[in-house]
Protein backbone atom coordinates (compact mmCIF):
# COMPACT_ATOMS: atom_id res chain seq x y z
CA UNK A 1 0.00 0.00 0.00
CA UNK A 2 1.58 3.20 -0.85
CA UNK A 3 0.36 6.50 1.04
CA UNK A 4 -1.28 9.29 -0.33
CA UNK A 5 1.16 12.41 -0.18
CA UNK A 6 0.01 15.45 1.01
CA UNK A 7 0.69 17.45 -1.72
CA UNK A 8 -1.05 14.93 -3.42
CA UNK A 9 -4.45 15.26 -1.75
CA UNK A 10 -4.32 18.90 -1.83
CA UNK A 11 -4.07 19.21 -5.45
CA UNK A 12 -6.81 16.43 -6.35
CA UNK A 13 -9.06 18.78 -3.50
CA UNK A 14 -8.09 21.74 -5.74
CA UNK A 15 -8.82 19.99 -9.11
CA UNK A 16 -12.89 19.24 -8.60
CA UNK A 17 -15.32 19.33 -6.01
CA UNK A 18 -13.96 19.47 -2.90
CA UNK A 19 -15.93 16.71 -0.36
CA UNK A 20 -16.23 14.13 -3.17
CA UNK A 21 -13.85 10.85 -1.93
CA UNK A 22 -14.36 9.63 -5.35
CA UNK A 23 -13.32 12.34 -6.93
CA UNK A 24 -10.18 12.59 -4.89
CA UNK A 25 -9.55 8.61 -5.09
CA UNK A 26 -9.90 9.26 -8.86
CA UNK A 27 -7.64 12.28 -8.95
CA UNK A 28 -4.78 10.01 -6.63
CA UNK A 29 -5.06 6.97 -9.01
CA UNK A 30 -3.62 8.84 -11.63
CA UNK A 31 -0.74 10.46 -9.51
CA UNK A 32 1.83 7.84 -9.00
CA UNK A 33 1.21 8.18 -5.33
CA UNK A 34 -1.93 5.12 -5.41
CA UNK A 35 -3.46 4.58 -2.13
CA UNK A 36 -6.10 2.89 -0.12
CA UNK A 37 -6.17 5.42 2.72
CA UNK A 38 -8.63 7.83 0.89
CA UNK A 39 -11.89 6.05 1.02
CA UNK A 40 -14.12 5.36 -2.08
CA UNK A 41 -17.43 6.42 -1.82
CA UNK A 42 -20.08 5.31 -4.04
CA UNK A 43 -21.81 8.74 -3.68
CA UNK A 44 -20.47 12.30 -3.73
CA UNK A 45 -21.04 14.28 -0.95
CA UNK A 46 -23.88 16.30 -0.37
CA UNK A 47 -21.81 19.28 0.50
CA UNK A 48 -21.35 20.87 -2.93
CA UNK A 49 -24.85 19.40 -4.56
CA UNK A 50 -25.64 21.23 -7.59
CA UNK A 51 -23.53 24.31 -6.55
CA UNK A 52 -25.13 24.50 -3.46
CA UNK A 53 -23.49 25.14 -0.30
CA UNK A 54 -24.57 22.31 2.24
CA UNK A 55 -23.28 20.90 5.51
CA UNK A 56 -22.48 17.14 5.16
CA UNK A 57 -25.86 16.01 6.58
CA UNK A 58 -27.42 17.85 3.25
CA UNK A 59 -29.86 19.84 4.82
CA UNK A 60 -29.83 23.70 3.64
CA UNK A 61 -29.16 26.70 6.27
CA UNK A 62 -27.78 24.39 8.81
CA UNK A 63 -31.67 23.11 9.29
CA UNK A 64 -32.73 26.73 9.60
CA UNK A 65 -36.04 27.64 8.11
CA UNK A 66 -35.77 29.81 4.58
CA UNK A 67 -39.42 31.04 5.14
CA UNK A 68 -38.34 32.89 8.66
CA UNK A 69 -35.83 34.86 7.52
CA UNK A 70 -38.90 36.55 5.75
CA UNK A 71 -41.81 35.60 7.69
CA UNK A 72 -40.01 36.90 11.33
CA UNK A 73 -36.35 38.48 9.70
CA UNK A 74 -34.40 36.41 12.25
CA UNK A 75 -33.18 33.00 11.25
CA UNK A 76 -35.44 30.18 13.42
CA UNK A 77 -34.16 26.69 13.62
CA UNK A 78 -36.50 24.32 11.43
CA UNK A 79 -37.86 20.67 12.39
CA UNK A 80 -36.92 17.77 10.49
CA UNK A 81 -40.73 16.91 10.23
CA UNK A 82 -41.79 19.83 8.07
CA UNK A 83 -38.85 18.86 4.98
CA UNK A 84 -38.85 19.45 1.55
CA UNK A 85 -36.67 18.62 -1.00
CA UNK A 86 -35.91 21.74 -3.90
CA UNK A 87 -33.78 20.82 -6.86
CA UNK A 88 -32.26 17.99 -4.53
CA UNK A 89 -31.85 20.27 -1.49
CA UNK A 90 -33.26 19.67 1.61
CA UNK A 91 -34.89 22.75 3.81
CA UNK A 92 -36.21 22.56 7.23
CA UNK A 93 -39.33 24.43 8.38
CA UNK A 94 -40.74 25.54 11.64
CA UNK A 95 -44.45 24.52 10.71
CA UNK A 96 -46.61 22.85 7.97
CA UNK A 97 -47.63 26.36 7.28
CA UNK A 98 -44.31 27.42 6.66
CA UNK A 99 -43.59 24.56 4.35
CA UNK A 100 -46.82 24.65 2.61
CA UNK A 101 -45.61 28.60 1.53
CA UNK A 102 -41.68 27.47 0.45
CA UNK A 103 -43.75 24.70 -1.98
CA UNK A 104 -45.81 26.68 -3.17
CA UNK A 105 -42.97 29.14 -4.61
CA UNK A 106 -39.47 27.97 -3.05
CA UNK A 107 -37.52 30.65 -5.64
CA UNK A 108 -39.20 33.26 -2.96
CA UNK A 109 -37.16 31.58 0.11
CA UNK A 110 -34.42 29.84 -1.28
CA UNK A 111 -30.89 31.63 -0.56
CA UNK A 112 -29.24 34.09 -3.01
CA UNK A 113 -26.02 32.53 -5.17
CA UNK A 114 -26.79 28.25 -3.91
CA UNK A 115 -26.50 29.48 -0.01
CA UNK A 116 -22.38 30.93 -0.67
CA UNK A 117 -21.71 34.65 0.94
CA UNK A 118 -22.92 36.84 -0.54
CA UNK A 119 -20.11 39.13 -0.01
CA UNK A 120 -17.49 35.82 -1.31
CA UNK A 121 -19.39 36.00 -4.42
CA UNK A 122 -18.32 39.95 -4.60
CA UNK A 123 -14.61 39.26 -4.52
CA UNK A 124 -14.82 36.20 -7.23
CA UNK A 125 -14.29 33.05 -4.44
CA UNK A 126 -16.97 30.61 -2.14
CA UNK A 127 -16.89 31.92 1.56
CA UNK A 128 -18.95 28.89 4.00
CA UNK A 129 -21.38 31.19 5.65
CA UNK A 130 -23.30 31.77 9.52
CA UNK A 131 -27.03 31.21 8.59
CA UNK A 132 -27.59 33.65 11.41
CA UNK A 133 -25.82 35.84 9.74
CA UNK A 134 -27.66 37.20 7.09
CA UNK A 135 -29.86 40.07 4.79
CA UNK A 136 -32.63 40.62 2.77
CA UNK A 137 -32.48 42.91 -0.56
CA UNK A 138 -34.37 43.16 -3.55
CA UNK A 139 -36.04 40.00 -1.94
CA UNK A 140 -33.38 37.38 -2.01
CA UNK A 141 -31.76 35.85 1.37
CA UNK A 142 -28.16 36.98 1.21
CA UNK A 143 -25.79 34.89 3.89
CA UNK A 144 -22.36 36.01 5.08
CA UNK A 145 -19.42 34.82 6.63
CA UNK A 146 -19.12 35.25 9.99
CA UNK A 147 -16.05 34.05 12.26
CA UNK A 148 -13.64 35.18 14.55
CA UNK A 149 -11.41 37.02 11.79
CA UNK A 150 -14.17 37.89 9.46
CA UNK A 151 -17.64 39.32 9.38
CA UNK A 152 -18.28 39.52 5.87
CA UNK A 153 -22.07 40.90 6.84
CA UNK A 154 -20.05 43.98 8.16
CA UNK A 155 -18.02 44.56 4.92
CA UNK A 156 -20.96 44.14 3.16
CA UNK A 157 -22.91 47.08 4.69
CA UNK A 158 -19.59 49.38 4.67
CA UNK A 159 -19.81 48.46 0.50
CA UNK A 160 -21.58 49.88 -2.25
CA UNK A 161 -24.16 47.23 -1.95
CA UNK A 162 -25.24 47.59 -5.90
CA UNK A 163 -21.73 47.40 -6.81
CA UNK A 164 -21.73 44.42 -4.85
CA UNK A 165 -24.46 43.06 -5.80
CA UNK A 166 -23.34 43.41 -9.74
CA UNK A 167 -20.55 41.71 -9.00
CA UNK A 168 -22.05 38.95 -6.84
CA UNK A 169 -24.83 38.21 -9.19
CA UNK A 170 -21.77 38.09 -12.40
CA UNK A 171 -19.33 35.52 -10.53
CA UNK A 172 -22.37 33.45 -9.55
CA UNK A 173 -23.62 33.19 -13.33
CA UNK A 174 -20.29 31.40 -13.84
CA UNK A 175 -19.69 28.96 -10.87
CA UNK A 176 -23.24 28.27 -10.82
CA UNK A 177 -23.50 24.24 -12.05
Not at 37 to 43: D, I, L, N, S
Request: aromatic share 10%; glycine share 6%; charged share 20%.
Amino acid sequence: MKILTLATLLAALSIGTVGCYSEVQSASSKSSNMSSAVPERAQESRAYLNSFNLPSHGVALEGYCPVAYFAANKPVMGKPEHASTHNGVTYHFVSADAKTAFDANPETYIPAYGGWCAFGMAVQDKFPVDPKSFKIVDGKLLLFLNNKNVDAHQLWNDGDEKELLRKSEAHWKKVQG
